[in-house]
């Protein structure tokens, strides 16, 4: 008998993200990576865990909870071993909406006014110019009320900053490490992805109600 | 006499320890120097990189506070504009990016894989304003 719950167990781990079209049909396979003995698996892998239907929206969490009836149901005495996350974020991918070049340009013009403006403020508030002239003063011993010799190095300097800040010369990357953007663009996914686990998942919260 | 010297040594003193670690808690929380070191590897040197920054601001309070001249030709003032212009310029990509401001943008405007264009938008932004600000904006 020991050997017959070794033989049917299974282990699985769910995925943490998986893309799938409205009315799609999602496989066990798909929600989540696999490991059991070869008979197993074939019964087990193309198990329908959930249709997408007109209802959802477009997150859905599988919670590894609705998985396992499912295989109890498909085979019995079946050892399950859950390893990792229990569930998985499904996004219901509708038409694919593409970026409208108009917004794309009004943003992109938003960003570099806004950004100049922005550095114009930044100089004005801090006195920038004055110290720029007094900088001028205390290398060459000249007075110069418009020390461009200084200031235009240094709004070209502005900008190589902000690039070598970002590791990025356009497109091209200066090493292979993720940029601060990257790293920040993951974690704010991250912050999502934990909101919805915890918010668009039912099984997640329950209420128990008291008035009749 | 002597108690008003001490104690107007004390102040100075106070408040210079003040602003130096206000300068280097600023200096902490937008991680530039890091990012630096990340960036050419160079983790080993990081005390230099303290030293480096404390001797800056040193020399630079004692340019301010005193009056000094230096009667040196005005050409070195290139490099040290661009010196100058790069570290302003990872202090506002770093505020940019404390602020979480391109994340959500990007995200709002699915435009994930446009963001360095976007990017751009800023770097060129920051370089026009400051452009335009020494040579037309200012008239003293």
């Known amino acids: ?22 009315h799609d049909s999602i496989k066990l396979q798909d929600v989540a990576q696999i490991i059991a003995e070869d008979s197993l698996l074939e019964k087990v892998k193309e198990c329908i865990v959930y249709t997408v239907s007109e209802k959802d929206q477009n997150i859905i969490i599988l919670d590894v909870m609705k998985v396992i009836p499912i295989l ?57 110019q004055a110290v720029h002239q007094r900088i001028y003063k205390i290398i060459t011993g000249k007075e110069n009320i418009k020390p461009l010799i200084f200031q235009i190095p240094y709004s070209i300097g502005l900008g190589l900053g902000m690039i070598l800040f970002f590791n990025h010369v356009f497109k091209k990357r200066l090493n292979e490490e993720p940029s601060p953007l990257e790293v920040e663009m993951f974690n704010y996914q991250q912050d999502l992805d934990r909101y919805v686990i915890i918010n668009e998942n039912e099984e997640s919260m329950k209420r128990i109600h008291h008035d009749h | 006499m002597i108690i008003n010297i001490v104690f107007i040594i004390f102040i100075g003193l106070a408040g210079g320890i003040a602003v130096g670690s206000g300068f280097v808690a600023f200096l902490t929380v937008l991680g530039v120097i890091p990012r630096l070191t990340q960036l050419s590897k160079t983790m080993k040197m990081i005390h230099w990189y303290e030293g480096s920054v404390v001797f800056g601001a040193v020399a630079g309070t004692i340019a301010s506070l005193r009056d000094p001249a230096l009667f040196l030709p005005s050409i070195i003032l290139i490099p040290l504009g661009l010196a100058g212009g790069v570290f302003v310029g990872l202090l506002a990509a770093a505020l940019t990016e404390v602020l979480n401001v391109f994340p959500i943008l990007a995200k709002r405007v699915r435009i994930e894989d446009k963001i360095m264009i976007l990017m751009m938008a800023f770097v060129f932004g920051k370089i026009f304003g400051s452009l335009f600000h020494w040579m037309y904006f200012v008239n003293e």
Request: proline share 3%.
């Open chain 1, 1 to 22: 008998m020991g050997v017959n719950v070794v033989e049917n167990t299974i282990y699985i781990r769910m995925r943490h993200r998986l893309q799938v079209r409205p």
């Open chain 1, 72 to 128: 109890t149901n498909v085979v019995e005495q079946i050892n399950i071993e859950i390893i990792g996350q229990t569930q998985t974020i499904v996004e219901v991918v509708y038409k694919k909406i593409g970026v409208s070049i108009p917004l794309f340009i009004l943003i992109w013009l938003l960003l570099f006014f806004g950004a100049a403006l922005a550095i114009m403020n930044f100089h004005e508030d801090v006195s920038m």
